[in-house]
């Protein structure tokens, strides 16, 4: 444990000392991404899956760590952050590095990809206060006193993590106090504190928006190779990136139409919010007016663009519920990870949710893997479905393992239109058929079953009474 600990501060104080690549020409200003929607993290990073090795693990550990954020960012704002100070197992497939290297380069047509990220970045450090006034430190082990002469002007293309605490750079792997030293005095009016969204928050960490222009006000030869350089943020001619204009925060998300109809809706009643492009942003008040005030007993919001983000705050809402029976999500982008906070709270038996229909949200056996953990501790739940989704008969192993020994309370099960399930899957389901005494239905129509496999299966289910397998 006290190693990994201690790769991990090698690793960050890397990341801190991340400068020495800075081209030495001016590039393209950094522009095209500053008029785009904001949208979930999620979505935002979907196009960099095949640029960021694993970056669908690095989503799901700051997503986690980012449910209630400070500084009155939303979860995905502050998981948008706290995903760039991440540092990963090599420094080189880290999301910061990959991503100031692209910023570098002077082919601007590769930061397409980052675009939504970008746009959802920086706005979400547009939120947070600047620091003014202050000086604050970056510190590398080299001599870098002949690069930066006095009133040179010069811009760092990258974003650049520094900290207010010089303590922090006298760690020895990261700066110490031996050796030719560099360090940077830096006056700025851009830097932004992270240190709340940060994976590592008691390092005080400042970070400076991308494309920022200074100019060296001196440079000084210390004692024992100490090469102190101070620089000061200047006015560039132009913009060198581009933001938007933010939002104020104080202005609260409204969707008075989404209200209006969840108002009309009697109480303890069913609402459809099918169809109607429904966001994370509206889940809040889809919790609130729903779920809470109006103490419906079904909630559909089918075909709408719900993603992780948005089933945290139902998943939230859903925690000591005793009304609603059953919840309709299909056709949105819940993934796995929304799966996972679903299960979550259906795993602590704190509400009466008696129906899940999570069909069409791109569920992995990853996901099943949630689910069959809450159904050995659910006690509530009567109807999963899970039609068209990406359930393989590794998903199929896993549900039918908790049904066959510990769930007896789900009813019907729906995994139609999950096309890699096949026959592979037919000892599981046989023997969950003979052990599960609770399960009425199982609807498996359109999977990669034989038509041997199907009589099999209807073989299995002949001493079962008033059973409806669909095939």
């Known amino acids: ?26 590039l393209p200003p950094i522009k095209g991404f500053e008029n785009l929607d904001l949208v979930s993290l999620e979505k935002a990073v ?31 704002e502050s998981a948008s952050i706290m995903l760039y100070s991440m540092e990963w197992t090599s420094r080189d497939d880290s999301f910061y590095f990959i991503l100031n290297k692209t910023l570098r380069s002077e082919n ?13 970045f920086i706005h979400s450090l547009s939120k947070l206060p600047s620091i003014a006034g202050k000086a604050i430190f970056r510190g590398i082990k080299m001599d870098l006193r002949n690069d930066y002469p ?10 650049s993590s ?21 360090l940077f005095v830096i006056e700025c009016d851009s830097g932004k504190d992270i240190h709340n969204h940060s994976l590592f928050p008691t ?62 809706c009697p109480m303890d009643s069913e609402i459809n919010l099918n169809q109607q492009n429904l966001t994370d942003q509206d889940m809040n008040i889809v919790v609130q ?65 008696k129906i899940l229909g999570i069909g069409s949200n791109s569920i992995t056996d990853n996901g099943i893997q949630y689910l069959a953990q809450m159904l050995k501790k659910n006690q509530s739940l009567i109807v999963l ?39 592979s899957s037919f000892e599981y389901l046989n023997q969950m058929l003979k052990r599960n005494h609770s399960l009425r239905e199982l609807w498996m129509q359109n999977c990669s079953l034989s038509n041997d496999i199907k009589q099999n299966l209807r073989q299995s289910i002949r001493s079962k009474t008033n059973f409806r397998l669909e095939l």
Request: proline fraction near 4%; hydrophobic fraction near 40%; include cysteine.
């Open 203 to 264: 390092e005080n960490e400042i970070l400076l928006i991308a494309a920022r222009q200074f100019r060296v006000i001196a440079n000084l030869n210390s004692d024992n190779d100490l090469y102190i350089i101070q620089i000061k943020e200047i006015k560039p001619p132009f913009p060198f990136i581009s933001c938007s204009p933010m939002i104020p925060s104080t202005m609260a998300y409204q969707n008075r139409k989404l209200e209006d109809r969840i108002k009309i």
């Open 1 to 26: 444990m006290a190693s990994k600990q201690f790769d991990q501060l090698k690793q960050h104080n890397t990341r801190l000392s991340d400068m020495i690549k800075e081209p030495t020409r001016m």
């Open 150 to 159: 006095t009133d040179k002007e010069f811009v760092w293309w990258a974003f």
């Open 162 to 182: 520094c900290t207010n605490q010089v303590s922090v750079l006298e760690n020895e792997e990261f700066f110490g106090k031996t050796g030719k030293r560099t």
């Open 289 to 353: 007016e729903a779920i809470i005030n109006k103490r419906c007993k079904k909630l559909s919001l089918e075909n709408n663009i719900i993603t992780s983000q948005g089933a945290i705050t139902i998943a939230n809402g859903l925690n000591n519920n005793t009304t609603l029976e059953a919840l309709i999500l299909y056709h949105n982008h819940l993934s796995d990870l929304g799966v996972r906070h679903l299960s979550k709270v259906l795993s602590t038996n704190s509400s009466n949710l």
């Open 385 to 423: 479905g899970l039609v068209f989704n990406e359930i393989t008969d590794q998903g199929v192993r896993l549900l039918a393992d908790a049904l066959s020994h510990d769930n007896q309370t789900l009813q019907f099960l729906h995994l139609s239109k999950n096309k890699s399930i096949s026959n």
């Open 108 to 120: 601007r047509q590769l930061l397409k990809p980052w675009f939504l990220y970008l746009r959802l």
């Open 46 to 76: 979907e196009s960099l899956i095949s640029i960021v090795p694993e970056i669908d693990q690095m989503i799901y550990v700051v997503t986690q760590n980012c449910t209630n954020p400070k500084d009155d960012l939303t979860p995905d």
